[in-house]
């Protein structure tokens, strides 16, 4: 740490109670009060060194030379050392106390019309030559000019946004976007690369390295200030956003503040220390950190937008905010992870479990991103990006879906809503929607037949996996008409299947005689195991027939299964008809 000693004569001044004296052998002739202290001085050495104070007690009578200096920045403290300056005594000039002694200097008039080298023109000497070139000489300053007394005179003197200025050019030194026109010093132990500019060699150092120490030491007005330089010089929003981040993390404590939790309630935290962060100091820091985000698309995490977001409704915080973090999130919602998706419903009339309200926003910001022309286009080109985009979401949805369908408060016409949003045709398989489906209808047994089929109409019965056919085929809650589908694609699917392998092999015959053969055991293998499938699925469906006549106790439905589950000796029409006997059949293939 840089410092400037003045002055060469030993101590004179000592504290008696709340009075300063001096100890010259002369009788002080002149007391100035400053806040609870007193100091018994002498006019000479002050009027010699200060403008202020000459005019001030010239304008007094001999009996009475007494002044009150209460708004004098810095305090009692610095004007004791300006008071040894003026003496001669021996001081040393910090960063800590700098700026002070700047202002006090500025506030007393000491310029070089009272002496030379008076404290104005050696104060601002050592911020130049020593501050304002060192990182951490620069966060002293820039903090000692935050105090109250002392901030109207130092944003006067431009002391902070010389700070600043300082700062930020060096925090720009990674991106190579500014210059040096004088020596730096940079934090011991960090990390230098080489770098030109100009051909002028200059040090720059790992772009994060200054994080912790301006979310450490800068409160928000200050910080925000040197943010905006930083952006204006024109850093790249990453680091931007990084930066803006860690300040979050660190002083935002229902973010996951990182120091030491106290206590909280529901007014506000405590994190020790006497560190008190009222809900209203929360929420202000916390819409002042949305705005400091950067705008542009994944420079700033999807999981930390979700943590803003789900910080932003405990806090109640504005409509505003959380409709501008929805849509940040919204257009890159293919970067989020399902838990961080599940946002606890801090709404006072919520009757839900989840926020499904605040996802599907989400979902609708990020779907009038995705136009299917555009993706079509780009198909073309080779680029399938906005395709995996769109399929993740999809996958991401299916799964917030079953997450929240066991919730017997969610409505059928929200679920409906919610899955809708996906178009049928981005997802590859409908499994991961029909297990929300058949979660849902666990849930809410009360659900009629009507309301089942519609629901049932968010997937398609013929992309369901094998695994999920079988299920849905034994499936009790289903409506029958879904079941029937399920069983008519299956059976189609199977005698494709077979209808394939059949012409596959009538074409091996015009090949060699051992290649010929081998296809030929291949293609039997796998015709037998498709015979073992469709018996299986024959007695899947003399099963369920049995199944569905126990439930069945009318007339009407007993004549309407058997128009469906009719005779396969009796029926021979083909599979693609329109009656329900027909799309249950499977015909006898002769292997």
Known sequence: MAS???????????????????????????????????????????????????TLFSKASETTCVAQLHDIPGGPETFLLVAKFCYGVRIEVTPENVVSLRCAAEYLQMSENYGDSNLIYLTECFLNDHVFVNWEDSIKALEKSCEPKVLPLAEELHIVSRCIGSLAMKACAEDNTSFFNWPISLPE????????????????????????????????????????????????AGIIAASVTHYAKRNLPLLG?????????????NYGDDMYYSHEDQRSLLEDIVELLPGKKCVTSTKFLLRLLRTSMVLHASQVTQETLEKRIGVQLDEAALE????????????????????????????????????????????????????????????????????????????QALGALIPEDVRPMDDGIYRAIDIFIKAHPWLTESEREQLCLLMNCQKLSLEACTHAAQNERLPLRVIVQVLFFEQMRLRTSIAGWLFGSEDNNDQSG?????????ANMVMHGMRDRVYELEKECMSMKQDLDKLVKTKEGRNFFSKIFGSRSKTKTSPCGKGGEDALMIPETKI
């Open 340 to 415: 961080d998706l599940l946002i606890p419903n801090m709404k006072y009339s919520g009757e839900t479990l989840y926020d499904i309200d605040s996802v599907q926003r989400i979902l609708d910001h990020f779907m009038l991103t995705f136009d299917s022309s555009i993706v079509e286009e780009k198909q073309m080109m080779g680029d399938s990006h906005p395709l995996k985009s769109i399929k993740k979401v999809a996958s991401l949805i299916d799964g917030y879906l079953a997450e929240v369908a066991s919730d017997e408060n969610l409505k059928l016409s929200k679920f």
């Open 4 to 54: 400037l000693k003045l002055g060469s004569k030993s101590e004179v001044f000592h504290l008696s109670g709340h009075t300063w004296l001096c100890k010259t052998g002369l009788k002080p002739d002149v007391m100035i009060q400053v806040e609870d202290q007193s100091f018994h001085l002498h006019k000479f050495p002050l009027l010699s060194r200060s403008g202020y104070l000459e």
């Open 189 to 236: 132990g960090t990390t230098t690369t080489t770098t030109f500019w100009n051909g002028i060699q200059t040090k720059a150092t790992s772009e994060n390295w200054w994080f912790n120490d301006v979310s450490s030491f800068l409160d928000l007005p200050m910080y925000k200030r040197f943010i905006k330089t930083v952006e204006s010089r024109g850093v790249n």
């Open 514 to 522: 051992a290649l010929e053969g081998h296809k030929s055991t291949n």
């Open 257 to 269: 503040c990182s120091r030491k939790s106290g206590s909280s309630s529901e007014e506000g935290t």
